[in-house]
C-alpha cells in the first residue's frame, strides 16, 4: 500500500514506530483539550530534536506531566519543576517545561473565555500559516513557526500532514467537519 513519501521511505522497527503515529493521529481532528495540550506540548518539545526521539518518549512524556492534565500541569510549583528536569524519561530543558506550565495556564484561561481550547482554535479557523504563527506567538510560550505549523497540521487545522493520495489522508477528509476544510 502507498502512504506518504517519508513513511514509504523509512523502514523495520523505525518504519513502525512513525507509521503508528501517521495511520492513526497524524492530522486527524482531536476533540479533547487535554490531547491537544499535549500534541502542543509534543510538539514544543520536538524542537531542536528528531519527531522520532519525541515517539520513543511519549509515554514518559504522558507520565510526567499526568497524561496532560491541563489543571493538574497549570498547577505545578517549583518542586514539580524540579521533578521534570531531573526527568530522564523527557527532554530536560527548563525553557520547554516552563512552556509547558505556563501554556496550561493559558489554556486554563482560554477555557473560561471560550468554553474550550478547541473552541478557541475552532473560532479562530481558518487563517493563513502566517496569522496562526502570529496568533500563536502572541497567545503561548515557546511557539515559533515549525512549531505552530506542525501542531496544527498534526490537528488538522493547516493541510500538509499527508501526501494527497495517502489512504490516511482520504480517511482525515471523511472525519473532518466541513467547515474545516478550507
Not at 473552541?119 to 513557526?145: S, V
Request: with cysteine; charged share 30%; net charge positive.
Amino acid at each position: 500500500m502507498s502512504y506518504c513519501t517519508a513513511i514509504n521511505n523509512m523502514s523495520g522497527d523505525r518504519r513502525e514506530l512513525h507509521k503508528a503515529y501517521h495511520d492513526k493521529l497524524y492530522g486527524f481532528p482531536i476533540d479533547n483539550d487535554n490531547e491537544l495540550f499535549c500534541r502542543l506540548i509534543l510538539e514544543i518539545n520536538q524542537a531542536g530534536l528528531s519527531w522520532e526521539t519525541i515517539l520513543k518518549k511519549e509515554s514518559s512524556f504522558r507520565k510526567a506531566f499526568d497524561n496532560f492534565d491541563i489543571k493538574k500541569v497549570a498547577s505545578y510549583t517549583e518542586k514539580d519543576r524540579e521533578r521534570l528536569l531531573a526527568d530522564a524519561g523527557i527532554i530536560r530543558n527548563k525553557l520547554k517545561v516552563n512552556a509547558a506550565i505556563e501554556n496550561a495556564k493559558t489554556i486554563l484561561d482560554i477555557q473560561k473565555k471560550h468554553g474550550s481550547f478547541k473552541n478557541w482554535l475552532d473560532e479562530h479557523h481558518p487563517k493563513t500559516k502566517d496569522e496562526w504563527i502570529k496568533l500563536f506567538k502572541k497567545t503561548f510560550k515557546f511557539t515559533g513557526g515549525e512549531i505552530v505549523n506542525e501542531f496544527l497540521m498534526s490537528t488538522g487545522y493547516l493541510p500538509g500532514a499527508h501526501d494527497l493520495n495517502c489512504p490516511t489522508h482520504q480517511q482525515i477528509l471523511t472525519q473532518k467537519p466541513k467547515w474545516l476544510e478550507h
